[in-house]
């Protein structure tokens, strides 16, 4: 089955710097890799997702980029703000996007 | 509108009890979806329900796990006999196919 893998697991940048989540997949038929935040005690919530028949999408100070070859896809955050601060889980699902392998999560901190 | 709900959001019990966590999923979300996060950990799948369709038992750890979705709403995961190791927050996520899975604020199950 899918396995998912995610570095780094921590992750300390200031304020303004950029941060660069990376994971790498397994399953070479996956084809949707989600992003989510996770703030303490909260429930993980969405942040972006890209599918297989692109290579970047972008929102805003977040973007994400995927190399199909490579089986790996990464988390760009630019101008980073304390509030960006949480736990972020890259994911992987197969065809039809019925269930999320998830990545083990890092945790990043972003000091003023 | 409305999001994924959960209830307890806290649940402390004696090892050896049994407990029920229920989720509320958001209103004609067809699919449902339960993950186990222990403590600093990914997320587990557990169980999933899509509409009528028998569900996808693949992720219960052990024949003490349960879960049941009564009219195509509700959901329902039962823990017999719990185990310390049983301690973990149990969250609840739905989508309306084949979109994002939105997750609830979780359960935190503490066995004690």
């Known amino acids: 089955g899918e396995n998912v893998e995610q570095h780094p697991s921590t992750l300390s940048v200031q304020e303004g710097d950029s941060a660069v989540i990376k994971c790498t997949y397994s399953?070479?038929?996956?084809?949707?890799f989600p992003w989510y935040k996770q703030e303490l005690g909260k429930g993980p919530q969405l942040i972006i997702d890209i599918r297989s028949n692109v290579g970047e999408k972008k929102d805003q100070r977040i973007a994400v980029t995927l190399n199909k070859t490579a089986k790996h896809f990464s988390l760009h955050i630019t101008e980073t703000q304390p509030e960006d601060s949480a736990v972020y889980f890259c994911a992987a699902s197969g065809v039809g996007f019925q269930k999320l392998v998830f990545g083990t999560g890092t945790r990043l901190l972003v000091s003023p | 509108g409305a999001g994924v709900s959960q209830s307890p959001s806290n649940k402390v019990t004696e090892k050896g009890k049994d407990v029920e966590l229920r989720c509320d999923p958001i209103?004609?979300?067809?699919?449902l979806y339960w993950y186990r996060q222990s403590l600093g950990q990914g997320l587990e799948f557990l169980i999933y329900f899509q509409g009528n369709s028998a569900p996808d038992k693949s992720g219960l750890p052990s024949d003490r796990f349960s879960a049941e979705r009564t009219g195509g709403s509700v959901s329902t995961l039962t823990i017999q006999r719990t185990q310390q190791e049983d301690s973990a927050v149990y969250l609840c996520?739905?989508?309306?196919?084949?979109?994002?899975?939105?997750f609830g604020p979780g359960t935190r199950l503490t066995v004690l």
């Open positions: 996520a739905s989508k309306s196919s084949p979109d994002t899975q939105y």
């Open positions: 209103s004609g979300h067809t699919a």
């Open positions: 399953d070479s038929a996956s084809n949707y």
